[in-house]
Every structure is written in C-alpha cells, then in structure tokens.
Nanobody, 119 residues
C-alpha cells in the first residue's frame, strides 16, 4: 500500500521559514513527479510547486523566489522550503505524487499539513 506522509507544518511569523517534507512509503513504484498544492478556507486547491524525478521544477507565480522544491529519489521524499512567508501563504498544504507501477501512473495525495503565517 502506497502512502504519502507529510510533516513540517506549523505556525510561523510573517517573514519566517518552514520546511515541509513528504515521504512516499510502500514498494513497487517509481516516482514520475511530486508536488505541493495548497488550499485555504473557501478556496480551491491550487498547485504551488512541482518537481519531476529528473528535477525539472515548476512554481506558481505567487511563490517564485521564496519557495524551493527538491526531491531525494533515494528516499522517495520531496521537500518544500518556504522562506519569506506571508499571511497569504496560510493554507493546508497537500503533497501529491504521480507514481509509476508497471505501465501505469497513479496519483496519490497526502493527508495535508496546516501552515499558518501570523503574528
């Protein structure tokens, strides 16, 4: 059974930093790409950043220059380093993984971790 387990959320003051981690556990898969989405109350879930197993990255305009996504393929883990955090970054952050098993690719989601930016 494949699972994505997130960690690293919490409360931080504006201008502060947090690092989120998401580990894919299980066996029989390889990573195609992983990413982070976020959803604030009343809003849709939006893509924040995405990275492929070859380390090609994508960032939403709102986080460019402040957030960095990275991947450790040996540990099946993706990280999101968030710097210069703003109150608008407050949301539940969800890890997403496109995992290949045989000929097929399946999308998995983590349970979400709360990030709150407030003084």
């Amino acid at each position: 059974q494949v699972q994505l387990v997130e960690s690293g959320g919490g409360l931080v003051q504006p201008g502060g930093s947090l690092r989120l981690s998401c580990a894919a556990s299980g066996s029989g898969f390889s990573i195609n790409a992983m990413g982070w989405y976020r959803q604030a109350p009343g809003n849709r879930r939006d893509l924040v950043a995405r990275i492929t197993s070859a380390s090609t990255t994508y960032y939403a305009d709102s986080v460019k220059g402040r957030f960095t996504i990275s991947i450790d393929n040996a540990k099946n883990t993706v990280y999101l380093q968030m710097n210069s955090l703003k109150p608008d970054d407050t949301a539940v952050y969800y890890c997403n993984g496109d995992l290949m098993m045989g000929r097929y690719t399946y999308r998995y989601w983590g349970q979400g971790t709360q990030v709150t930016v407030s003084s």
